[in-house]
DNA sequence: AGTTTTTCTTTACATATGTAAATGACTTTT
DNA sequence: AAAAGTCATTTACATATGTAAAGAAAAACT
């Protein structure tokens, strides 16, 4: 629990009161690896705070084909954010690529909140603006570097995980197939 | 500027206390086609909304080559959003396709107001999950539909812009080159 | 109207990446 | 230890798309 209020605090600091009142929505959970945190199709209805482990959210074709869009390690929260917002059913999978300990709150519960502490609700926009900007960083690199550059900064960001996580999942947040990366390993690994 | 306020309402509404102030922030516009609102490497420090016209925003790689990540119609805001948030030099340009009337404002004093008007706040927040929505949408389109299926998807999103803007900016949007596109079109004209 | 500039299309070629299938290396399970 | 399963690499081939350049068409300008 303190990580989590460490997390909001950096984020936009809140009073005492609101501290108390936001953790008292939250109640610990696990989740095993390959366990869902929220499927396609269903109404979402909860957030989580991530204290460790380390989890995927991805889209499906209608071919079946996975596009792994965002990694998350801790500390961070995830939802299926566009669903809660919208109201509309979800169109994203979360996934744990391995063991998670998190934090799970309803997100109603906590958006109601937000009038009794305006200063979470500034820190509910703050966070809603960092994913923004996140993700159009993700965008600025996905149109703008090579799968191999993408790759390097991949294990940058992320470091360490390229051993604990199957490869076909970091070829999938590359935005290639698994035989692609292969052959840009091999690339790397010649000179 | 009713339009204006008229957008703000249907985002989050807002008391009459608050659209006095906020309106009055604001000044009366004009942006002539090509004009920047946003360059490269620049503080950003200002917002507009979108009255009239037509605007792009892109990257440039360092070879020179565009990509148009967000066209903007009317009624919108516009602003390096990014640069912002984070206070960091932008990334991006923003420039106008068309001739655009505008309503201008300094963003800080725009922002200073929420300690203010706690509704002005919880505006800013539903707009920036609006476009994290919106960003999350893109995305999508851009993995999981073909060039040839967003093109269609343009056409739907923005009907009649394609015959106002030259062929190559929408070629950008879509992530293809002004040939690839041009193989589209004969193609979709054929059977 | 004629000239210049801009834009769109087409061609030929190069290249990156996808698909599908086979192989080999590791793990895990029994 | 053997078997089964998972995963990574490799191969051969197909394909979409990029690049560069030329030509055609349209628009803008004088």
């Known amino acids: 629990m303190e990580q989590l209020i460490k997390y909001v605090n ?10 108390d009142d936001f953790l008292n929505i939250f109640r610990k959970g696990k989740l095993t690896r390959n366990d869902y945190f929220a499927t396609y199709g269903e109404y979402s209805s909860k957030i989580a705070f991530v204290c460790s482990g380390t989890l995927r959210a991805f889209y499906r074709s209608k071919k079946g084909q996975e596009y792994n869009k965002t990694i998350f390690i801790p500390p961070c929260f995830i939802a299926a954010y566009s669903s809660l917002i919208t109201r509309n059913k979800n169109q994203i999978y979360i996934q744990a690529l391995e063991d998670c300990e998190v934090l799970i709150a309803n997100y109603t519960r906590a958006s109601e909140l937000y009038d009794k ?5 500034r820190f509910s926009r703050k966070l809603s603006e960092s994913f923004f900007v996140a993700k159009e960083h993700r965008e600025i690199d996905i149109v703008l570097l090579s799968a191999t550059e993408r790759y390097a900064k991949f294990q940058k960001d992320f470091p360490g995980l390229e051993q604990r996580i199957p490869q076909y999942h970091i070829a999938s947040y590359l935005g290639v197939t698994p035989t692609q990366l292969s052959r840009i390993r091999k690339e790397l690994s010649l000179p």
Request: net charge negative; hydrophobic share 25%.
């Open 10 to 19: 950096e984020v936009s600091p809140i009073t005492k009161e609101a501290e």
């Open 117 to 121: 502490h305006h200063c979470l609700e």
